[in-house]
Structures are given as structure tokens and as C-alpha cells.
């Protein structure tokens, strides 16, 4: 029973972690017609930043987080505007940009901080028993934070007026423009947005696993992953995408080992794109 | 950004002319008194990404911009090994036959994929490419899981009558020739599909699909047939890669690599054929020849790409292109 | 009495509740140019996708030289020997006028693919021939001296009269023009008109949707269509003062 239950709280942990991450990249996706292949990176450098400002600065692990956070989304907003902004009318250039960050990124983190074996100081250390089954606190408390953070964020883009410009832009770039949106500020936003998620997401993961320069890869396919699934243009379809892949990432690898899952899932996608290319939920392309 | 259907009659000697004594130095190299196992080892890796960013671009050329193309290498390699480690059989039949596998699974996927359009195209090969390397990874009884492959033959010896023998394992300048040729067989090959009708049609479904089909073009049956040609060539240059390698294992043909041949392509400049030979060339050779500087290598990567990104969006090989008048006048001086 | 080249019958496409062509009948016989004409949205774009395989028909049957053709894949349908013009002037942007038509001659008794990758002779001899045909259709549509233009670079009149030379390289039995002089000019529809009559001239048939009316005195016989259903068949005269087109076009029966 404790193993089962475990188990399901780290197929939350990983479902939150993935919905978030996957909520930036696809907000960056439907409000600027990008696919943000530098969205792991973004990834892997809220965790190395977050064990900067953490380590070597010695600030507390939820104040590491949260500058982390600060930090990337200020340099997700500069890429927007002096970057992305140039570049997006052309794919090829747009796809060269971000494979170029990915190099530049994990060259930038190998060198600063160094390879393996850093872990993040948990924001909630050791171990507590919830009726009668042990589980590390600090899976519960990013779980908690996740969970926070997507309700926050599901509030932004449903009730405030700042989500209904950026669904604006999302369904029609012109028209919003010429409703008087600015367009490139709320992409700015948008930008900034993602890449503040992914950077606490980042935080968040980095105190449970290990960093290394490579995380921020297998982070980004789990995105794709879960937008294939959900479809483009479907937030709630995102959180039940992140349920399911994130519960058979933990559950699955007991049976089959790690690898052996992944090809499941890879192949799950697969399917999904050739048999129903929207997704489980998205509009009809 | 296709190269024009017709071009002004050049003399043969003026356009191969050229050519040809750069493939005549290319054959000498190994003479240089600068050579050394380790000069070898990096051209040997420039001349299987060649063959690899190469075959990449034909199928980039019918508009289909695959990014798991790495996977397909990594199909290449295992047959071959597994064919002759297993099976006994020679490498010099299962370089062919990995290339063949690699062949028969792009068919069969390239006709699955070739329904989708554009980005969803490019996500369900990045898919595949990574659930390849997964398979690669889990199945450990036939892959040799995380460790992969070793111990498979090396192309032995080689007795040509009236020449000699050519051993393999001595050294790496018999590899060197052997991929020489592949590669020079792939770039040529390459090269006549793409000037011949098919290679228009393969820019004509890329334009438009639409127009394509009025005029009898059956766009899936083009899709399938750049797919399967481009991985054919992906397949022979992993084969080949691997035997020379000794080693096979699943991290050569993950993400990152597949996005490295893309990267190499693009800056190379996809409107040229020879842009992929231009980009691996400044990718690969240059962080290795300045492997003092390892660690900031990638920094320099980068800031190349970024160079190319804002200022050259043709690639590198569009500057040929806005060269060619500067060029043509030095040399129209110069013969005077 | 001129065999039947195609045979329309009951043609009807739903999309949603919308029945955006309904129970047609037509016929056109070898040699003759029909027109169809109707307002806006009357559905003959429709057909003509119907017709060329880009369009499933929901029931009804499209019969050439014999043959059920409705349904089949628009590169099949371009095999068979039909050739269109699209309404919004598609051609290959990257490619010159001249590759644009030379890409047309893709359905040329063929080489195969082997010898295209080996430059045979005979493969270059066949593609000398192409481009000598592909040129003189362009001095047939009176693109000659536009040749070497990128597509994306041509005005609007140009790059119509280059999807009818497109049309052409197929060598079609049947030809199904789709607004042919659409937004052209008064010099431009000349060329357009004059290329018509030569096309017409080496015996091929002609479906010709149009709403200027110079083009419309051509046609031997017009079908008129209004929300999807034919309501007048007729020659020009008899369409012209046909109570229905007249209602359909100004909304009464008389112009006052």
C-alpha cells in the first residue's frame, strides 16, 4: 500500500513538473506561432540558477527558486524582444535560433557551474508521515507549489484581462493587433511567462533529482509529449495529458524499466499524431 | 532558392575541372606529412556527416523537415553490426544491408508520415527519432542496451589481386578511402536524382502540393520516395561509421545529434547543394581543430550560428551566390 | 453525334447540412466548349473540384471517356487527361515561368528514375524535347518573353495565363478552366482569348467557368447554376434571357 501510494505521489511530482514546463512551451507556441526547441534549456537553467543563487549564495531554497524564476523570465522577455521578434516569420531561422541557444545555454551551464552530481537544497527537507505512509516532503511541497502555480496561471489566462489578450493573439494575430493589443509585448509576456515556469519547474525538480546539462532534452520531448497528446490550443487538455503521462511515468518503469516506458510513450505519441493529429483535445488543424 | 533549371554552357573543363582537382587533393591526403591518426579520425567523421547532412537536405528538398534523421543512422549501424557479429556475415555486404534496413523502416514510416504537414511532420520524426533510441536503449538482448555493441568485425583484409593487401585494422587510412568513396558515391548519386525530374518534382510538391497533384504528381508517393532515399544514404553512412568505429551505442543517435545534422544543413545554407558539405566542414572541423579551446568550442558554435542567423539567411553557401560577380571579375582579370 | 467526353450525373456534395452542389446532370460532348456560369457561391468552383479528385462527391457519378472518375486521387484524375485551372492563380513560386512549365511535363511518357540518375541520351533527348514544347506553349499563351521569371514575381494577368500554359503541358482531353481572365486587364484578356481559340483549335474540350460575358459568346452550350443546382441549359441566347439566370444575376426577371 505505501509503495502504491508512493507511487501515485511521484507520478504527481512528475505530472505537475511536466504540465508546467509543457504550459510554457505551448503558451509560447499559440501566442507566437514558435516551436521553442530552447524550451528545455530554459528548463535546465532555472535548476542551475536556482542552485547558484542557492549554493553559492546561500539564500534560502524557496527565495533561490523564486529569483530563479525572476531571472529567466527577464531573460525569456530579452529573447522575445530582441531576438524571436526578427525571426519569426521564417521557420528555418527561427528553428536555428533556438538549436543555437540549446549549444550556447549548455555550454554556458558546464562551464560555470560544472557537470554532475549538484542537487538543488530542498526547499523542505526530510521525511513525514501522512496517515501512516512516509513520503519525502520535499516531492509533497513541489507537488503543492505546482499545483499552486498551474491554478495560478489557469486563473491569469481564464479571468484576467491579460489572459484574454494573450488568447487573443493566440487565435488571430492581426485581428488583436488591430483591436489595439499589442501584439509583441504580449508575446514578450508570454515569453517570460513560460520561461519563469519552467525555470521554478526546473527549481522544483532540481532538489528531487541531480542536475545536469542534459535535463533540459528530455524535458523538452516530454512537452512535445504532452501538447501532441492534449492538442494545440487546449490548457485543460494539457493538465489531463500531464496526469496521464506523468502517472505512467511513474507507474510504468516498475514493470518494464525505464527505457522500455519511454518507448511506450514515444510510441503512444506517434500514434496520436497519425491517427488524430489535434490531439485528444485540441481544435480540428 | 532552387538552383535554376537551366545554366549558362559552361565548358566541361571549366565546371568539373575544378572539382576534380579538389577530389584529386582529397585522395592525396593521406600523403600529407602532417598526417597522423588523429587528422584521419576527423575527416573520417567529416566525411560520414557529409553523407548524413547531405541525404538530410534531399529529403528537406520535398519539404518534409524531418529532425530525427540521427535515428536512422543508428538503424543503419545496428543491422550492420548485429548482421555481421551474429551472423558472421562480411561487413562489406552489411554496410549494404544496414542501409537497406534503414531503407525499409523509412518507407514504411515516411508512407505513415507522409499525410501531415509541416510542423506536425517535423514533430512525429522527432518522436520517432527518440523512441528509435529508446528502443535502442531497452532492448538490451539484441542492442546491448545503454553500453550498446561491441566487438563486431572491422572490414578485415582485403586482397586485391595484382595490388596487394589492405588491412583494416593497421590503420585508419584504408578507412579513410573507403568512406572517401561512399561519401563521393553519395554526393554524386545525391547530386543526378536531384537535377534529374524527379528532384523537380520533389521541389514541385514542396511549392505546392495543390499545383503538384493538377499536374500528376502523386505527392505521397515523392514524400516516400525522398524519405526512403535520404535515410538509404543515412543508413550506409551509420553502417559504415560503425565498423570503422568498433563501437555502436544508442547516445550517437538521440535527440541532440539529429538536431546537429539539422543545424549543420541549415548553416550550410539548404538552397545549395553544397550547403551541407560547407556546414559540417565549419562545424566539425573547426571545434576540433581548436580543441585547445574545448570547453568554449560550443560558445564558438554558437556564436557562428547566430552570425549566420541574423546576417546570412541563405547559409554560408549563399554567399557563393553574392560572391560569384566578385569572384567572376577577379578571375576575368586575372587572365588577362 | 460527337461521342460523350464527360458525363455528369446526380453529382452531389454535402458539406455539414450545406448542399453545395445538388443533383447535377451534364454532358460534354468532344470538341466543344461548355460554359458555367452562375453568381458567386453557385458551386461551380465545386464542381470542378468534384470533377478533379480534390473533392469526394457525397452520391452521384463523374464518367470520363467511359470511366468513373469521381472520387480518385487529383493526380490520378490528371493522368486520365484532365487538366484545370484554379480560380486563385497557384503555381510554383520558386520556379521560373519556364520550369513551372517544364515541371508540367511530368505525366511525358516517362523515363523511369534510373535514368534520369544516369543522364542517359535518351533521357537528355527527351528533356530537349520538353523544353522545345514547353516553349512554344508559352508563345501559345503569350508568356514567351516572361520566361526566365520567378513565379512569385509575376503580376496577376501573367501568372493566369501561366496556369493555363501549366495546363496545357499535360496535353489534357478535357480542359476545365476556372475564371480564366479573372481580374485581368483589356490587353490581357486579348491574349487570354486568343490562346483559348488556339487551344480549342487542336481539339481539345473546354469547360469554361467565367462571368465576363466576351468569354461566354465562345461557348456552344451554357449550363447556369444558382445555390447548387443547374437551373438554365442553353446556348448563349437562350441563357441570356432565360427567366431564372435573370432572376439569379439581378433579382427579377426583366432589366427594367
Known amino acids: 500500500m505505501e509503495v502504491f501510494t508512493q507511487t501515485i505521489i511521484n507520478g504527481l511530482v512528475l505530472a505537475s513538473i511536466y504540465i508546467l514546463v509543457a504550459l510554457g512551451f505551448a503558451l509560447i507556441f499559440s501566442v507566437m506561432q514558435v516551436l521553442n ?249 | ?214 499536374i500528376g504528381i502523386s505527392e505521397t508517393k515523392f514524400r516516400v520516395l525522398a524519405f526512403a532515399v535520404g535515410c538509404f544514404f543515412a543508413g550506409l553512412a551509420g553502417s559504415a561509421y560503425a565498423h570503422y568505429n568498433g563501437v555502436i551505442s544508442s547516445s550517437s543517435f538521440s535527440l541532440m545529434p539529429s538536431i546537429y545534422l539539422v543545424i549543420y544543413m541549415l548553416l550550410g545554407g539548404m538552397g545549395h547543394f553544397a550547403g551541407p558539405i560547407i556546414g559540417v566542414i565549419v562545424l566539425v572541423a573547426i571545434p576540433e581543430l581548436f580543441r585547445s579551446l574545448q570547453e568554449y568550442a560550443p560558445f564558438v558554435f554558437g556564436g557562428i550560428m547566430l552570425l549566420v542567423i541574423f546576417l546570412m539567411p541563405q547559409g554560408l553557401a549563399g554567399l557563393f551566390d553574392s560572391l560569384r560577380p566578385w569572384f567572376a571579375r577577379v578571375a576575368r582579370r586575372g587572365i588577362r | 453525334m460527337t461521342a460523350a467526353l464527360l458525363e455528369i450525373g446526380g453529382l452531389t456534395k454535402h458539406f455539414g447540412g450545406l448542399a453545395a452542389v445538388s443533383n447535377l446532370d451534364m454532358t460534354v460532348h468532344e470538341g466543344e466548349i461548355v460554359g458555367l456560369m452562375g453568381p458567386n457561391g453557385a458551386g461551380k468552383t465545386t464542381v470542378f473540384n468534384l470533377i478533379t479528385g480534390l473533392l469526394r462527391p457525397s452520391y452521384g457519378h463523374v464518367i470520363f471517356q467511359g470511366k468513373e472518375i469521381g472520387g480518385k486521387k487529383p493526380h490520378v484524375v490528371a493522368a486520365c487527361g484532365i487538366g484545370r485551372t484554379f480560380q486563385f492563380a497557384y503555381l510554383f513560386p520558386e520556379f521560373t515561368v519556364l520550369e513551372n512549365v517544364i515541371a508540367s511535363f511530368h505525366l511525358d511518357p516517362k523515363c523511369g528514375f534510373l535514368e534520369g540518375v544516369f543522364n542517359t541520351s535518351s533521357y537528355r533527348r527527351k528533356e530537349e524535347r520538353i523544353l522545345r514544347e514547353a516553349s512554344e506553349i508559352l508563345k501559345l499563351v503569350g508568356l514567351e518573353r516572361e520566361k526566365g521569371v520567378l513565379g512569385k514575381n509575376l503580376p496577376h494577368g501573367p501568372q493566369k495565363l501561366l496556369t493555363m500554359a501549366r495546363a496545357l503541358a499535360i496535353k489534357p482531353k478535357l480542359l476545365l478552366l476556372d475564371e480564366p481572365v479573372g481580374g485581368m486587364h483589356f490587353d490581357e484578356v486579348k491574349h487570354a482569348i486568343s490562346a483559348i481559340e488556339r487551344i480549342r483549335a487542336q481539339g481539345t474540350t473546354i469547360v469554361l467557368v467565367e462571368h465576363n460575358m466576351r468569354l461566354m459568346r465562345f461557348c456552344e452550350r451554357i449550363v447556369v447554376m444558382n445555390f447548387g443546382v443547374k437551373i438554365a441549359e442553353g446556348t448563349y441566347d437562350e441563357v441570356r434571357s432565360h427567366e431564372q439566370v435573370m432572376r439569379a444575376y439581378f433579382g427579377h426577371e426583366r432589366v427594367a
Open chain 1, 37 to 285: 526547441f530552447a524550451h528545455g534549456s530554459m528548463y535546465m537553467a532555472g535548476a542551475y540558477v536556482c542552485y547558484y543563487w542557492g549554493f553559492a549564495l546561500g539564500l534560502p531554497p524557496w527565495a533561490a527558486i523564486a529569483m530563479s524564476a525572476v531571472v529567466l523570465a527577464l531573460f525569456g522577455v530579452f529573447l522575445e524582444k530582441f531576438c524571436f521578434r526578427f525571426l519569426e516569420k521564417n521557420f528555418n531561422r527561427t528553428l536555428m535560433f533556438a538549436l543555437a541557444l540549446i549549444v550556447v545555454m549548455q555550454t554556458a551551464a558546464d562551464v560555470t557551474v560544472g557537470g554532475y552530481v549538484k542537487r538543488v537544497p530542498s526547499v523542505l527537507p526530510g521525511l513525514t508521515t501522512i496517515a501512516g505512509i512516509t513520503m519525502s516532503k520535499e516531492r509533497l511541497i513541489a507537488c503543492v507549489i505546482a499545483v499552486f502555480l498551474l491554478l495560478a496561471v489557469f486563473f491569469l489566462i481564464r479571468k484576467t484581462t491579460l489572459g484574454r489578450q494573450m488568447r487573443a493573439v493566440a487565435l488571430d494575430r492581426d485581428a488583436a493587433s488591430l483591436q489595439g493589443i499589442n501584439a509583441h509585448r504580449i508575446a514578450a509576456l508570454a515569453f517570460g511567462l513560460s520561461a519563469g515556469l519552467a525555470a521554478v519547474a526546473g527549481g522544483l525538480m532540481g532538489s528531487i533529482i541531480s542536475l545536469n546539462t542534459y535535463m533540459g532534452d528530455t524535458m523538452l520531448v516530454k512537452a512535445i509529449t504532452l501538447v501532441i497528446i492534449a492538442g494545440m490550443g487546449s490548457i485543460g487538455g494539457l493538465f489531463v495529458s500531464g496526469l496521464i503521462v506523468g502517472l505512467v511515468d511513474a507507474i510504468l518503469p516498475i514493470f518494464i524499466g525505464g527505457a522500455g516506458s519511454e518507448v511506450v510513450a514515444f510510441g503512444f505519441a506517434i500514434l496520436i499524431l497519425v491517427v488524430r493529429p489535434q490531439g485528444l483535445f485540441g481544435q480540428e488543424i
Open chain 2, 1 to 214: 532558392m532552387t538552383e535554376k533549371h537551366e545554366e549558362p554552357k559552361k565548358k566541361p573543363i571549366r565546371k568539373y575541372g575544378a572539382l576534380g582537382v579538389v577530389v584529386a587533393l582529397l585522395f592525396l591526403v593521406p600523403l600529407l606529412p602532417t598526417n597522423n591518426p588523429y587528422l584521419m579520425h576527423v575527416c573520417i567523421l567529416i566525411l560520414t556527416y557529409v553523407m548524413a547532412t547531405s541525404s538530410l537536405r534531399t529529403i528537406y528538398i520535398s519539404g518534409q523537415a524531418s529532425v530525427g534523421h540521427a535515428a536512422f543512422m543508428g538503424i543503419g549501424g545496428y543491422t550492420s553490426a548485429l548482421l555481421s557479429m551474429r551472423l558472421g556475415w562480411t561487413p562489406w555486404i552489411t554496410i549494404l544491408l544496414g542501409a537497406v534496413g534503414a531503407t525499409l523502416v523509412a518507407v514504411v514510416t515516411g508512407y505513415l508520415f507522409s499525410r501531415l504537414r509541416a510542423i506536425y511532420f517535423s514533430m512525429v520524426t522527432l518522436f520517432f527519432g527518440v523512441a528509435i533510441e529508446a528502443l535502442m536503449r531497452s532492448w538490451v538482448s539484441l542492442t546491448g542496451g545503454r553500453s550498446g555493441l561491441v566487438g563486431f568485425p572491422g572490414m578485415g583484409v582485403l586482397n586485391i589481386p595484382g595490388v596487394g593487401t589492405i588491412n583494416f585494422a593497421a590503420s585508419k587510412v584504408p578507412y579513410y578511402y573507403l568512406l572517401l568513396f561512399l561519401a563521393l558515391l553519395t554526393l554524386l548519386i545525391l547530386y543526378r536524382i536531384e537535377r534529374s525530374r524527379t528532384g523537380m518534382n520533389w521541389m514541385a510538391i514542396a511549392q505546392s502540393p495543390l499545383v503538384a497533384s493538377s
